[in-house]
């Protein structure tokens, strides 16, 4: 009988130190699991932040290159766009245009917006051209 009850006293021992390793197991894939999340998000949040950036370049691009209209235009069609799409973090964003032989070209760059505050800052250049209507059509 003596030997049932240390048998049962050792399974109860087991099953504590089982217990407590299993509670740090599960935090420590939580944790791996929440890191993984917040990085997954933070890249999403920067391509998300590249294709506005890409897109109002383009525009502010095609919008200088249209027969009458000034580069200034251009850049700030492109600042519009990066503040509709990106809001406050549009302001990190420079944007300039410059007259290159027959071509427009509209530059912009700055700091994607960041979610996750001990991550990198990703920054952001884009350039787009489109052939300026007033020197390429009679």
Do not use: C, K
């Not at 600042?79 to 549009?90: N, S, V, W, Y």
Request: overall charge negative; cysteine-free.
């Amino acid at each position: 009988m003596r030997s049932t009850d240390y048998a049962a006293d050792a399974l109860g021992a087991d099953w504590e130190q089982e217990r407590g390793a299993t509670i740090i197991e599960f935090l420590a894939v939580a944790l791996l699991t929440v890191v993984a999340l917040l990085g997954l998000a933070q890249m999403s949040v920067w391509v998300w932040a590249r294709n506005v950036a890409v897109s109002a370049a383009h525009e502010g691009a095609r919008t200088a290159a249209e027969r009458g209209r000034r580069l200034d235009e251009g850049v700030v069609r492109t600042r519009t766009l990066l503040r509709d799409g990106l809001g406050g973090g549009a302001a990190r964003f420079e944007v300039e245009a410059a007259q290159e032989g027959d071509t427009v070209a509209v530059r912009a760059h700055g700091d994607a917006p960041a979610i996750v505050p001990f991550l990198p800052q990703f920054t952001i250049r884009v350039q787009a051209t489109a052939f300026d209507e007033d020197g390429v059509l009679p």
